[in-house]
Protein backbone atom coordinates (compact mmCIF):
# COMPACT_ATOMS: atom_id res chain seq x y z
CA UNK A 1 0.00 0.00 0.00
CA UNK A 2 1.49 3.41 -0.90
CA UNK A 3 1.73 6.38 1.23
CA UNK A 4 -0.26 8.57 1.48
CA UNK A 5 0.26 12.57 0.32
CA UNK A 6 0.39 14.85 3.36
CA UNK A 7 -0.73 17.54 0.89
CA UNK A 8 -3.72 15.39 -0.43
CA UNK A 9 -4.35 14.49 3.32
CA UNK A 10 -4.68 18.10 4.33
CA UNK A 11 -6.45 19.18 1.61
CA UNK A 12 -9.24 16.19 2.15
CA UNK A 13 -9.60 16.77 6.03
CA UNK A 14 -8.75 20.78 6.29
CA UNK A 15 -12.44 21.67 6.71
CA UNK A 16 -12.39 19.03 9.41
CA UNK A 17 -9.37 20.40 11.12
CA UNK A 18 -10.98 24.06 11.00
CA UNK A 19 -14.10 22.89 12.37
CA UNK A 20 -12.09 21.36 15.25
CA UNK A 21 -10.36 24.26 16.12
CA UNK A 22 -13.28 26.69 15.99
CA UNK A 23 -15.16 24.25 18.23
CA UNK A 24 -12.29 24.66 20.64
CA UNK A 25 -11.75 27.88 20.35
CA UNK A 26 -15.50 28.91 21.23
CA UNK A 27 -15.60 26.54 24.21
CA UNK A 28 -12.23 28.13 25.36
CA UNK A 29 -13.80 31.94 24.68
CA UNK A 30 -17.38 30.91 26.47
CA UNK A 31 -15.39 29.61 29.18
CA UNK A 32 -13.67 32.73 29.84
CA UNK A 33 -16.88 34.74 29.88
CA UNK A 34 -18.17 32.31 32.20
CA UNK A 35 -15.76 32.68 34.45
CA UNK A 36 -15.65 36.69 34.14
CA UNK A 37 -19.46 36.57 34.71
CA UNK A 38 -19.14 35.09 38.19
CA UNK A 39 -16.40 36.57 38.91
CA UNK A 40 -16.59 37.01 42.42
CA UNK A 41 -20.23 36.39 42.66
CA UNK A 42 -22.17 33.19 44.57
CA UNK A 43 -25.22 31.53 42.69
CA UNK A 44 -27.62 30.24 44.39
CA UNK A 45 -30.20 28.91 42.45
CA UNK A 46 -33.84 27.95 43.62
CA UNK A 47 -34.73 25.30 40.58
CA UNK A 48 -38.34 25.22 39.31
CA UNK A 49 -38.67 21.68 39.79
CA UNK A 50 -42.35 21.81 40.68
CA UNK A 51 -43.80 20.05 43.83
CA UNK A 52 -40.47 19.04 45.45
CA UNK A 53 -36.94 20.85 46.67
CA UNK A 54 -33.72 21.31 44.33
CA UNK A 55 -31.37 24.01 45.37
CA UNK A 56 -27.84 24.76 42.76
CA UNK A 57 -25.13 26.39 44.62
CA UNK A 58 -22.22 27.65 42.65
CA UNK A 59 -19.18 29.31 43.97
CA UNK A 60 -17.24 32.29 42.46
CA UNK A 61 -14.33 29.63 41.60
CA UNK A 62 -16.62 27.31 39.66
CA UNK A 63 -16.98 24.56 43.27
CA UNK A 64 -20.65 23.78 43.05
CA UNK A 65 -23.12 22.01 45.63
CA UNK A 66 -26.89 20.73 44.58
CA UNK A 67 -29.05 20.38 47.57
CA UNK A 68 -31.68 17.77 46.75
CA UNK A 69 -33.25 16.86 43.44
CA UNK A 70 -37.36 17.16 43.31
CA UNK A 71 -38.85 13.48 42.09
CA UNK A 72 -37.95 12.92 38.70
CA UNK A 73 -36.59 14.74 35.33
CA UNK A 74 -37.20 18.37 35.99
CA UNK A 75 -34.06 18.55 37.73
CA UNK A 76 -32.38 17.93 35.03
CA UNK A 77 -34.08 20.39 32.49
CA UNK A 78 -33.69 23.13 35.00
CA UNK A 79 -29.88 22.56 36.14
CA UNK A 80 -29.94 23.06 32.39
CA UNK A 81 -30.59 26.50 32.29
CA UNK A 82 -28.36 27.54 35.00
CA UNK A 83 -25.36 24.86 34.13
CA UNK A 84 -23.16 25.37 30.89
CA UNK A 85 -23.86 23.33 28.51
CA UNK A 86 -20.55 21.38 28.39
CA UNK A 87 -20.51 21.00 32.13
CA UNK A 88 -20.99 17.02 33.33
CA UNK A 89 -19.85 16.78 36.74
CA UNK A 90 -20.99 18.15 40.05
CA UNK A 91 -18.67 18.82 43.44
CA UNK A 92 -21.37 17.99 46.14
CA UNK A 93 -24.84 16.62 46.05
CA UNK A 94 -26.96 16.72 49.25
CA UNK A 95 -29.86 14.39 49.92
CA UNK A 96 -31.73 16.20 52.91
CA UNK A 97 -33.80 13.38 53.25
CA UNK A 98 -34.99 10.39 51.66
CA UNK A 99 -38.61 11.48 50.58
CA UNK A 100 -39.79 11.48 46.71
CA UNK A 101 -39.64 15.11 46.30
CA UNK A 102 -36.67 15.44 47.47
CA UNK A 103 -34.19 12.55 45.96
CA UNK A 104 -36.53 11.33 43.66
CA UNK A 105 -34.77 13.07 40.76
CA UNK A 106 -30.60 12.52 42.20
CA UNK A 107 -30.41 9.20 40.49
CA UNK A 108 -30.94 10.71 37.00
CA UNK A 109 -28.52 13.07 38.28
CA UNK A 110 -25.46 11.14 38.95
CA UNK A 111 -26.20 9.25 35.95
CA UNK A 112 -25.57 12.33 34.19
CA UNK A 113 -23.01 13.76 36.30
CA UNK A 114 -19.83 13.05 37.82
CA UNK A 115 -20.58 13.62 41.46
CA UNK A 116 -17.36 13.78 43.52
CA UNK A 117 -19.47 13.62 47.26
CA UNK A 118 -22.72 12.80 48.70
CA UNK A 119 -23.84 13.89 51.93
CA UNK A 120 -26.33 12.31 53.60
CA UNK A 121 -27.70 11.33 57.22
CA UNK A 122 -28.06 7.48 58.14
CA UNK A 123 -31.79 7.70 58.10
CA UNK A 124 -32.61 5.52 54.91
CA UNK A 125 -36.41 4.22 53.38
CA UNK A 126 -38.08 1.09 51.62
CA UNK A 127 -39.14 3.40 48.72
CA UNK A 128 -37.84 2.37 45.07
CA UNK A 129 -36.19 6.24 44.71
CA UNK A 130 -34.02 6.09 47.49
CA UNK A 131 -33.02 1.96 46.46
CA UNK A 132 -31.98 3.94 43.09
CA UNK A 133 -30.20 6.49 44.71
CA UNK A 134 -28.19 4.58 47.02
CA UNK A 135 -27.46 2.49 44.12
CA UNK A 136 -26.29 5.19 41.91
CA UNK A 137 -23.92 5.68 44.99
CA UNK A 138 -22.35 2.76 45.04
CA UNK A 139 -22.29 2.34 41.29
CA UNK A 140 -20.54 5.93 40.90
CA UNK A 141 -18.03 5.15 43.68
CA UNK A 142 -18.86 9.02 44.87
CA UNK A 143 -17.68 9.31 48.52
CA UNK A 144 -20.48 9.50 51.19
CA UNK A 145 -20.64 12.43 53.96
CA UNK A 146 -22.41 11.79 56.69
CA UNK A 147 -23.96 14.87 57.95
CA UNK A 148 -23.21 15.95 61.47
CA UNK A 149 -23.51 19.68 63.48
CA UNK A 150 -20.49 21.80 63.05
CA UNK A 151 -19.09 19.92 59.80
CA UNK A 152 -18.24 22.49 56.42
CA UNK A 153 -17.61 22.50 53.34
CA UNK A 154 -14.82 25.36 52.45
CA UNK A 155 -16.78 25.89 48.82
CA UNK A 156 -14.44 29.11 47.79
CA UNK A 157 -12.46 31.60 49.59
CA UNK A 158 -14.74 33.08 52.28
CA UNK A 159 -17.74 30.92 51.74
CA UNK A 160 -18.60 27.98 54.00
CA UNK A 161 -21.45 25.76 54.00
CA UNK A 162 -22.17 24.84 57.80
CA UNK A 163 -24.22 21.41 59.04
CA UNK A 164 -26.35 22.95 61.97
CA UNK A 165 -28.35 19.55 62.39
CA UNK A 166 -28.41 16.81 62.83
CA UNK A 167 -26.14 16.40 65.52
CA UNK A 168 -26.79 12.33 65.88
CA UNK A 169 -27.53 9.04 63.64
CA UNK A 170 -30.45 9.90 62.54
CA UNK A 171 -31.30 5.92 61.26
CA UNK A 172 -35.01 4.91 61.69
CA UNK A 173 -35.72 8.69 62.52
CA UNK A 174 -39.63 10.16 60.83
CA UNK A 175 -38.06 11.14 57.15
CA UNK A 176 -39.09 14.97 57.86
CA UNK A 177 -37.73 15.27 61.27
CA UNK A 178 -34.39 13.57 59.90
CA UNK A 179 -33.60 16.71 57.47
CA UNK A 180 -30.14 18.43 57.25
CA UNK A 181 -30.40 21.57 58.26
CA UNK A 182 -27.32 23.65 57.32
CA UNK A 183 -26.33 27.16 56.67
CA UNK A 184 -24.48 28.97 53.76
CA UNK A 185 -22.51 31.80 54.21
CA UNK A 186 -20.52 34.71 52.29
CA UNK A 187 -19.49 37.80 53.79
CA UNK A 188 -22.13 39.64 54.85
CA UNK A 189 -25.23 37.64 52.94
CA UNK A 190 -26.51 34.05 54.22
CA UNK A 191 -28.64 31.43 53.16
CA UNK A 192 -30.66 29.28 55.25
CA UNK A 193 -32.02 25.81 54.03
CA UNK A 194 -34.23 23.13 56.01
CA UNK A 195 -35.34 21.09 54.15
CA UNK A 196 -38.88 19.48 55.18
CA UNK A 197 -38.07 20.05 59.36
CA UNK A 198 -40.78 20.22 61.44
CA UNK A 199 -41.75 22.72 64.30
CA UNK A 200 -39.98 20.51 66.78
CA UNK A 201 -36.71 20.43 64.99
CA UNK A 202 -36.97 24.24 64.46
CA UNK A 203 -37.49 24.85 68.23
CA UNK A 204 -34.47 22.87 69.05
CA UNK A 205 -32.44 25.19 67.03
CA UNK A 206 -33.69 28.46 68.51
CA UNK A 207 -32.93 26.89 72.10
CA UNK A 208 -29.27 25.74 70.93
CA UNK A 209 -28.83 28.93 69.57
CA UNK A 210 -31.63 31.12 67.88
CA UNK A 211 -29.06 33.88 66.82
CA UNK A 212 -26.65 31.69 64.64
CA UNK A 213 -29.93 31.11 62.55
CA UNK A 214 -30.42 34.35 61.16
CA UNK A 215 -29.96 34.78 57.51
CA UNK A 216 -31.02 36.80 54.34
CA UNK A 217 -32.57 34.11 52.97
CA UNK A 218 -34.75 31.15 54.07
CA UNK A 219 -35.89 28.11 51.98
CA UNK A 220 -38.79 27.88 54.04
CA UNK A 221 -39.41 24.14 55.11
CA UNK A 222 -41.82 21.99 53.60
CA UNK A 223 -42.72 23.95 51.17
CA UNK A 224 -44.20 26.30 53.21
CA UNK A 225 -46.40 23.84 55.11
CA UNK A 226 -47.95 25.01 58.91
CA UNK A 227 -46.30 21.94 59.81
CA UNK A 228 -42.93 23.51 59.96
CA UNK A 229 -42.28 27.92 60.06
CA UNK A 230 -43.33 28.83 62.86
CA UNK A 231 -43.15 32.10 64.59
CA UNK A 232 -40.45 31.50 66.68
CA UNK A 233 -38.44 30.30 64.20
CA UNK A 234 -39.29 32.57 61.78
CA UNK A 235 -38.33 35.77 63.85
CA UNK A 236 -34.99 34.23 65.00
CA UNK A 237 -34.03 34.19 61.13
CA UNK A 238 -35.12 37.08 60.53
CA UNK A 239 -35.02 36.50 56.75
CA UNK A 240 -34.81 39.38 54.14
CA UNK A 241 -36.54 36.72 51.51
CA UNK A 242 -38.25 33.76 52.44
CA UNK A 243 -38.57 31.13 49.64
CA UNK A 244 -41.02 28.79 48.74
CA UNK A 245 -40.43 25.50 46.87
CA UNK A 246 -43.61 24.01 45.30
CA UNK A 247 -45.96 23.07 42.46
CA UNK A 248 -48.92 24.88 40.95
CA UNK A 249 -52.18 23.65 41.95
CA UNK A 250 -50.45 20.72 44.77
CA UNK A 251 -52.13 18.34 45.98
CA UNK A 252 -50.63 18.86 49.71
CA UNK A 253 -51.85 22.96 49.58
CA UNK A 254 -48.90 24.18 49.56
CA UNK A 255 -48.18 26.65 51.13
CA UNK A 256 -50.40 26.71 53.78
CA UNK A 257 -52.64 29.93 54.48
CA UNK A 258 -51.33 29.98 58.12
CA UNK A 259 -47.57 30.15 56.99
CA UNK A 260 -48.50 32.88 54.07
CA UNK A 261 -50.36 34.87 56.97
CA UNK A 262 -47.86 34.63 59.47
CA UNK A 263 -45.24 36.29 56.68
CA UNK A 264 -47.18 39.39 55.65
CA UNK A 265 -47.76 39.39 59.43
CA UNK A 266 -43.67 39.37 60.40
CA UNK A 267 -43.42 41.71 57.09
CA UNK A 268 -40.95 38.79 55.60
CA UNK A 269 -41.17 38.94 51.47
CA UNK A 270 -41.57 35.63 49.86
CA UNK A 271 -41.18 34.05 46.62
CA UNK A 272 -42.37 31.03 45.11
CA UNK A 273 -41.31 28.91 42.19
CA UNK A 274 -45.13 28.73 41.67
CA UNK A 275 -45.73 32.04 40.61
CA UNK A 276 -41.47 33.22 39.27
CA UNK A 277 -39.70 29.59 38.38
CA UNK A 278 -36.63 29.35 39.32
CA UNK A 279 -35.55 32.19 41.86
CA UNK A 280 -31.97 32.35 41.02
CA UNK A 281 -29.52 35.03 43.64
CA UNK A 282 -25.93 36.38 42.94
CA UNK A 283 -23.66 38.04 46.26
CA UNK A 284 -20.43 39.30 46.27
CA UNK A 285 -20.74 38.94 49.76
CA UNK A 286 -21.78 42.70 50.44
CA UNK A 287 -24.83 43.23 48.24
CA UNK A 288 -27.38 40.53 46.87
CA UNK A 289 -29.86 40.81 44.08
CA UNK A 290 -32.42 38.23 43.18
CA UNK A 291 -33.71 36.97 39.19
Known amino acids: MSEKNPKQFFQKYSRWLVLGVFLCANIFIWSAVLRADRHGELTVAFLDVG ?11 GNQLLIDGSSGGQVLRALGKVMPFYDRSLDVILATHTDQDHIGGLPSVMERFKVDDVVTTENGSATDAYKAFENMISTKNSRRILARTGEKIILDR ?7 FPSQNTKGWE ?3 SSIVARLTYGDESFLFTGDSPISIEKYLVS ?16 GSKTSN ?23 GHPSKETLALLDELK ?6 IDSGSIIFKTDGTDISVE
Not at 238 to 251: E, F, H, T, V
Not at 268 to 273: E, F, N, Q, V
Open 175 to 177: TNT
Open 268 to 273: IPHLST
Open 208 to 223: KDGAKLHSTVLKLGHH
Open 51 to 61: QGDSIYIEAPN
Open 158 to 164: GITFEIL
Open 230 to 252: SREFLSAVDPSYAIISAGLNNKY
